[in-house]
């Protein structure tokens, strides 16, 4: 699984001129699934994320997580993540995984997610085409992949 973890004071997913998540401060995660993420991959990247010491603290230093600020988060599916871009100028969604594969995942990193946070985890819907809006805070934006624990 690949995410782009993006801090924000503010975010919207909307559907058809619908909002269907909006949040103030927190954070705004876009996932990428390829058919060979697990179970394994979500507790990795959720224990991660909900961990990520990357908000202010009383000194202004980023040692807080989501969680001990009370933010919340909007999870997006983002097929594109796994673009291949090296040949040619149109890229190829290939690596990314079907829907069949990549729905139960999405579900439970979602599912997973909001039992860490300890609160729900609003999210977009898969496979439809949203708009997705926000103020990124710092701007602190950050690509973790679970295919590449480093």
Aim: glycine share 6%.
């Amino acid at each position: 699984m690949r995410v782009v973890v993006q801090r924000v004071s503010e975010g919207a997913v909307t559907i058809d001129k619908e909002t269907v998540a909006s949040i103030a401060s927190g954070l705004v995660v876009l996932v990428g699934i390829v058919p060979e993420d697990t179970q394994e991959d979500v507790e990795w990247l959720c224990h991660k994320i909900v961990k990520l010491r990357i908000f202010g603290d009383e000194n202004n230093q980023m040692n807080l997580s989501v969680k001990e600020v009370d933010g919340d988060i909007i999870v997006v599916s983002q097929f594109t993540l796994h673009a291949l871009t090296k040949k040619g100028n149109r890229p190829s969604y290939i690596k990314a995984a079907k829907p069949e594969i990549a729905v139960p995942i999405y579900e439970s990193f979602k599912k997973r997610l909001s039992e860490l946070l300890e609160k729900e985890v609003q999210s977009g819907q898969f496979g439809a085409d949203m708009k997705v809006a926000l103020v990124n805070d710092g701007p602190v934006t950050l690509l973790i992949d679970s295919h590449q624990k480093e």
